[in-house]
C-alpha cells in the first residue's frame, strides 16, 4: 500500500526556520518525481516545489524561491522541505505528493503555523 | 488572482450534470495538459480525479469526465449524487512560471 507522511510541522515565529519530512513508502521511491503542496486556513490549494526523481530537476513557486529548499534522500525513502525566513502568509497545510501522471497519492498534510 | 480561473461557486441537485469550467491562457492550458482534483474537506488530502485532460485513474467513476479546448478546460459530473459535494480544483503546467498552477477552486454543493 502507498502511503506519504509527513511530519515536522508545528509553530514558527516569523523569520524562523522548520524543517518537514515526507516519508514513503509501499512503492518504489527512487522511480518518481515528487512535489510539496499546501493549502492556507480557508484558501485554495497551491504548489509549492518540484524535484525530479534523481534531483536532476528542481523548480519553486515564485513565493518561496531563495527561502525554501526541496530535496529528497532515496536510500531514506524520504522528501524534504527546508524551510527559511518564515512569513506570516506561509502558515498552512503542506502536503507531499507523489508525481505519477497527475498526483495519485498524498500524503495527509503537515500543520505549520507562522505566528508571532 | 489566479493565473488561471474557476467559477468559486456551482450546484446542481441529485442526478443532475453539472460542469466546472478552468480558463486559463496560451502559456498553461493552452500548451499543457490539464488535470482535476477534488478535495471533500478542507485540509485533507485531495484525490486525482482527472488527468491529461480526460483520462480517469482507476478507481474514478466514469461519472466524472474532463474535456479541453483552446485555453480552457471542464470536468462533468453527471448523475450527480450528495457524495460528489466537495471543492473542485483544475491545474496546469505554466511554461511562463515554469511550475504547476491551480484555479482558485470551484464548491460544489448538492441541493
Known amino acids: 500500500e502507498v502511503q506519504l507522511v509527513e511530519s515536522g510541522g508545528g509553530l514558527v515565529q516569523p523569520g524562523g526556520s522548520l524543517s518537514l519530512s515526507c516519508a514513503a513508502s509501499g512503492f518504489i521511491f527512487s522511480n518518481y518525481d515528487m512535489n510539496w503542496v499546501r493549502q492556507a486556513p480557508g484558501k485554495g490549494l497551491e504548489w509549492v516545489s518540484f524535484?525530479?526523481?534523481?534531483?536532476?530537476?528542481?523548480y519553486y513557486a515564485d513565493s518561496v524561491k531563495g527561502r525554501f529548499t526541496i530535496s529528497r534522500d532515496n536510500g531514506k525513502n524520504s522528501l524534504y522541505l527546508q524551510m527559511n525566513s518564515l512569513r506570516v502568509e506561509d502558515t498552512a497545510v503542506y502536503y507531499c505528493?507523489?508525481?505519477?501522471?497527475?498526483?495519485?497519492?498524498w500524503g495527509q498534510g503537515t500543520l505549520v503555523t507562522v505566528s508571532s | 488572482q489566479s493565473v488561471v480561473t474557476q467559477p468559486p461557486s456551482a450546484s446542481g441537485t441529485p442526478g443532475q450534470r453539472v460542469t466546472i469550467s478552468c480558463s486559463g491562457s496560451s502559456s498553461n492550458i493552452g500548451t499543457n495538459y490539464v488535470y482535476w482534483y477534488q478535495q471533500e474537506v478542507p485540509g485533507t488530502a485531495p484525490k486525482l480525479l482527472i488527468y491529461r485532460n480526460n483520462q480517469r485513474p482507476s478507481g474514478v467513476p466514469d461519472r466524472f469526465s474532463g474535456s479541453k479546448s483552446g485555453t480552457s478546460a471542464s470536468l462533468a459530473i453527471s448523475g450527480l449524487r450528495s457524495e460528489d459535494e466537495a471543492d473542485y480544483y483544475c491545474?496546469?503546467?505554466?511554461?511562463?512560471?515554469?511550475?504547476?498552477?491551480f484555479g482558485g477552486g470551484t464548491k460544489l454543493t448538492v441541493l
Open positions: 491545474i496546469a503546467w505554466d511554461d511562463s512560471r515554469s511550475g504547476p498552477v
Open positions: 524535484i525530479s526523481s534523481t534531483t536532476t530537476t528542481i
Open positions: 505528493a507523489r508525481d505519477n501522471s497527475g498526483w495519485d497519492y
